[in-house]
């Protein structure tokens, strides 16, 4: 049975920054609003984990940040410096008309935040202001409660309801009492970020299964991109009470601790010349290269036991905690960063390995977040191309710009229509219940005995074929693989018939979601014979503008796709054709400094 | 110690309405998180082992994952335990919806 419950004027799918900002910017606007989150609404999705959850970096232009009074901000990195910036790195992917909003909008985004009351740590590079995740996350939850918008928790939304192609709700399961709910609205918000759960190490937390984009390609909506995953070197693989902690990466940005693979040796000098050794180091092309180079030791059998290759600070004196401490005050309240720091400093060894960190594709929008489905948008890392192949800069300024601009846009649009559909309780049923429930009552026999054993072959297998470096015949078994998983998850089914908090059901919802989008993301990888941005392609290790400078948009659950142009305001790209990194090398030199 | 024993609390009203504690025994080490004992379960020996589970941020931070062992409220993801056996029970006994989960 599908309930019926209260009805919106919009709701938010997804609590962190972008959901909440949306929330916040749609109240502002006069809308009634509800939020819906899959976990603890302002505890749930990445935000919370930005910069490992002490040092999450929140950027804008140098001077705007100069002009708010920030002494050490950089004023000569302007809008226009910046917006050049991203598109270049970005390799020039970048739907324009995005990241002009990203530029524009950042100043409004951390004026209005530090009008709230907070207060960043510290700026760095003249361009970032760094806070906490957790405190970004009070100040939006505490401003939405002041606006009345309506709250609700262990909600897992799990498809956008829609009639002649335009929103009517959303439904969705209570995770704790097993029911099934659906909720009017006239739009919809999706800000449900990213996919890192299609790969056993990755840096997000559990719910980040790409719940948002399989439910907005199910309604109708397009996606593009999908290939555009980006790894974060230096992510903990062992001990594995550890996986998926950051620490290593920031220490290693500011110059801390070594990498050395099974023989003692500093391996990243082995695969790239003196420039590029210097640009994975210096850069946000470290995520890029040095995973890379982790990734090639690895596959190699260079890497460890343990899974990765040692990250150690042997040797490094007290003072350099101290001073790293100092750095990061916030340091004392995470519990378990302090424990792996304590163990660096009894000269104790981490494994790491690249892990799933973002995704550049997702939910294709227009420059007013505006999906192809009427009604229904979508904000932060869920959607694509503000970033084109490669996020060189603060995903806390994308999730907040992003969630402010959608939220005023989806005010205008409730403002320019006067109908919307609505749906009957008999036709839900129909549509939605089926499939929700269907693993319940299910009595073929599968190879697999749980849902969490196929979990666990989709995490082996995009690791070990749709990794930081693919080629056709990695990407080919994959497919195939998922494929096959695809028919096998059909037939298993739950053994706790019970409803409420049922692991396997969870795990079912999650899947029904994730196995899709790997294959998207698999598909997509093996569509663009070429290297771009953090797209790699052994077999194809070149850039290549004439066939490729163009998205790859997939339309339907069958993953057919199309192509099309990036959209252009300001920087007409070069067509150009070179390998991979000479391609980086070039773009590096057209830019000011590293950010 | 090489194993641990863990005694899990079970209920839930649909399944069954009697409260009762299962035992189970996992491989041990020293660095071993709660949650990795609870995931080890839920992966090999029992898949309908009910623990909070479907938004984790696995790095202390969330809170979302706290149970009580041994009468104390921890965080699973990064408690070591201590002891050759531990006792799990939901953080809330008289909120409990199923085995190790419970409301707010």
């Known amino acids: 049975m599908v309930e019926v419950m209260d009805d919106y004027d919009v709701i938010v799918v997804g609590s962190g920054g972008a959901g909440l900002y949306a929330a916040v910017s749609a109240a502002e606007n006069g809308l009634n609003v509800a939020v819906m989150s899959k976990g603890r609404v302002n505890r749930s999705g990445a935000t919370q984990l930005a910069g490992s959850g002490i040092a999450g970096d929140l950027e804008a232009d140098g001077e705007s940040l100069w002009n708010m009074g920030f002494k050490d901000a950089d004023k000569t990195h302007t809008k226009e ?42 700026i760095y590079e003249g361009v970032a202001l760094y806070f906490a995740g957790v405190h970004i996350l009070d100040a939006l939850y505490k401003k939405a409660k002041s606006l009345d918008v309506t709250s609700i928790s262990n909600r897992m939304v799990t498809d956008i309801v829609t009639w002649n192609g335009m929103v009517a709700g959303v439904i969705g399961i209570d995770v704790y009492s097993g029911e099934i709910f659906y909720n009017p609205a006239k739009a919809v918000v999706i800000a449900t970020g990213g996919c890192q759960g299609m790969y056993e190490l990755n840096t997000g937390t559990s719910e980040l299964t790409c719940d948002g984009i399989g439910m907005a390609l199910r309604a109708g909506a397009e996606i593009k991109n999908m290939e555009m995953m980006e790894f974060c070197n230096d992510t903990i693989v062992y001990p594995r009470k550890y996986m998926g902690n950051i620490l290593p990466y ?53 890497g460890y036991e343990e899974g990765g290759v040692m990250f150690t600070m042997e040797g ?46 997702g939910i294709k929008v227009d420059s007013e977040y505006k999906t192809n489905v009427k009604g229904l948008f979508a904000a932060g890392e869920c959607k694509a191309g503000t970033f084109g192949a490669n996020r060189v800069s603060s995903a806390l300024t994308e999730m907040l710009v992003e969630g402010l601009l959608a939220g005023r846009n989806v005010s205008e649009y409730i403002k320019s229509m006067d109908k919307f559909p609505s749906v009957s309780k008999s036709s839900l049923e129909e ?130 796709y199309s192509f099309e142009e990036p959209v252009i305001t300001r920087i007409n790209p070069p067509r150009v054709k070179m390998t991979y990194l000479k391609y980086i090398k070039t773009l590096l030199k057209g830019v000011k400094g590293a950010y | 110690m090489e194993k641990i024993k863990v005694v899990c609390f079970r209920y839930n009203e649909t399944r069954n309405p009697k409260q009762y504690y299962d035992v189970f025994e ?23 082992l009910a623990y909070p589970k479907h938004s984790l941020c696995f790095q202390g931070i969330c809170g979302e994952c706290t149970l009580k062992m041994n009468g104390k409220p921890v965080l699973p993801c990064i408690e070591t335990p201590k002891e050759p056996i531990i006792i799990m029970e939901p953080l809330k006994k008289d909120k409990v919806v199923k085995d190790l989960v419970s409301t707010r």
Do not use: C
Request: hydrophobic share 40%; glycine share 4%; net charge negative.
């Open chain 2, 26 to 48: 996992v491989p041990f080490h020293e660095k071993i998180s709660v949650l990795e004992i609870l995931n080890y379960i839920s992966e090999n020996i029992d898949p309908t």
């Open chain 1, 250 to 302: 920031i220490l290693r940005d500011l110059g801390y601790g070594e990498l050395l693979n099974k023989n003692g040796e500093d391996f990243i000098t082995k695969y790239f010349d003196s420039e590029i050794v210097d640009i994975a180091l210096h850069t946000e092309w470290n995520k890029e290269l040095v995973s890379y180079a982790e990734y090639k030791e690895i596959k190699d059998g260079r």
């Open chain 1, 316 to 361: 490094s004196q007290k003072k350099v905690f101290t001073e790293f401490y100092n750095i990061f005050p916030m340091i004392k309240h995470a519990p378990m960063d302090m424990e792996i720091m304590h163990m660096l400093e009894d000269q104790e060894k981490l494994y790491v390995a690249p892990a799933a960190h973002y995704i550049a594709g």
């Open chain 1, 81 to 122: 410096v910046w917006f050049k910036n991203i598109v270049l790195q970005g390799s020039y992917l970048n739907d324009q008309d995005l990241t002009e909003n990203y530029v524009q909008k950042a100043e409004e985004v951390v004026y209005n935040l530090l009008s709230w009351g907070m207060k960043p740590y510290f």
């Open chain 1, 431 to 560: 549509r939605f219940e089926k499939d929700l429930l269907r693993p319940f009552n299910i009595s073929q026999e599968s190879k697999f005995k749980s849902f969490i054993s196929i979990k666990k072959d989709l995490r082996k297998t995009m690791w070990n074929n749709v990794g930081p470096i693919k080629n056709e015949t990695s990407l080919t078994y994959a497919l195939n693989r998922i494929e096959y998983l695809l028919k096998e998850f059909n037939k298993v089914n739950i053994s706790d018939k019970s409803r409420e908090y049922n692991p396997e059901w969870i795990e079912y919802l999650n899947l029904r979601n994730m196995l899709h989008m790997a294959a998207a993301v698999a598909k997509s990888s093996l569509i663009r014979r070429e290297s771009r941005g953090v797209h790699v392609r052994e077999d194809y290790f070149f850039v290549d503008d004439e066939n490729w400078l163009k998205n790859i948009v997939i339309y339907d659950m069958a993953l057919n």
